[in-house]
């Protein structure tokens, strides 16, 4: 049962990564909700499918094709959407990556591309809408971390290292920003059942069945189970909560002592 109803008509919110997968669920479902939503991606083609899409179903949309490892991309995107909202009330820094490499074997390429797009990319982005927030006195940040954030898995060096700093930046932001009325919290799925993650976990069965041994609830993650946490975050539902780290897991991290 979803019985889930926000309006976010007076809002504009930047969701990066947001042409497929998580990202679009999140965008997908602010728009539907009234939002003047920002969709990031590097796909020109997917990006034209979206304006199409939202003018067909009416939802208020624009799009910049940006690419999360340049930061002249960064400030011409916030630049882009400060213009045309006239305000940024919301940030959803989605967009993230992995490249699996045994310790041992990392190579210094595939750790600073991991963490330049997991890391430093929501750093800079939101390091570029905060001004537009504090003249508003007030906005949300909502970072999509990971379970990795806070549990290792294997060849996931890069990847949980990077997510995991992901939560020391959320922190120390909060504890800087609650001044002017901007929150900012986090959220860490386990496994997302988007179209990219079904194609990696149904390639293997027993790595698959193991996972999901350790989660409680006994299933992955519904893309739309992340976008109904992320878009509380953002309303003003949860306008006391700022610092924080909700996890989707299904229960995992408290089955660790099992």
């Known amino acids: 049962m979803r019985c889930l109803t926000y309006d976010f008509s007076d809002c504009s919110i930047i969701v990066t990564g947001s042409t497929r997968g998580i990202g679009w669920e999140i965008a997908r479902e602010l ?3 009234g939002a003047r939503v920002g969709v990031t991606g590097r796909d020109s083609d997917r990006l034209a499918q979206i304006t199409l899409e939202a003018e067909k179903n009416g939802w208020k949309c624009s799009t910049c094709r940006a690419d999360m490892r ?3 991309d960064i400030a011409a995107m916030t630049d882009q959407f400060a213009r045309e909202f006239g305000r940024i009330d ?3 820094n989605n967009a993230g990556m992995n490249i699996m490499q045994s310790i041992g074997s990392l190579t210094p390429e595939a750790i600073q591309e991991v963490v330049q797009v997991n890391l430093l990319a929501p750093m800079l982005v939101t390091n570029a809408v905060v001004p537009y927030m504090k003249r508003q006195r007030g906005g949300s940040i909502v970072n999509i971390a990971s379970l990795s954030s806070v549990t290792g898995f294997y060849e996931h060096a890069a990847y949980c ?3 995991e700093g992901l939560l020391g930046f959320t922190n120390a932001t909060a504890s800087e920003l609650g001044r ?3 929150r900012i919290n986090s959220v860490g799925p386990t496994v997302v059942l988007t179209e990219l993650g079904k194609e990696i976990w149904d390639a293997d069965k027993q790595k698959r069945e193991r996972m999901k041994s350790f989660i409680p609830l006994g299933r992955f993650v519904k893309p739309e189970e992340v ?5 509380f ?4 539902g949860a306008s006391m909560i700022s610092g924080d780290f909700i996890l989707i ?3 995992y991290m408290s089955g660790k002592g099992i």
């Open 31 to 33: 728009m539907i909700f």
């Open 70 to 72: 340049k930061a002249e």
């Open 90 to 92: 919301g940030l959803v």
């Open 161 to 163: 290292a990077s997510k």
């Open 180 to 182: 002017y009325g901007i």
């Open 227 to 231: 976008a109904s946490t992320v878009l």
């Open 233 to 236: 975050l953002l309303s003003d």
């Open 249 to 251: 897991d299904g229960g």
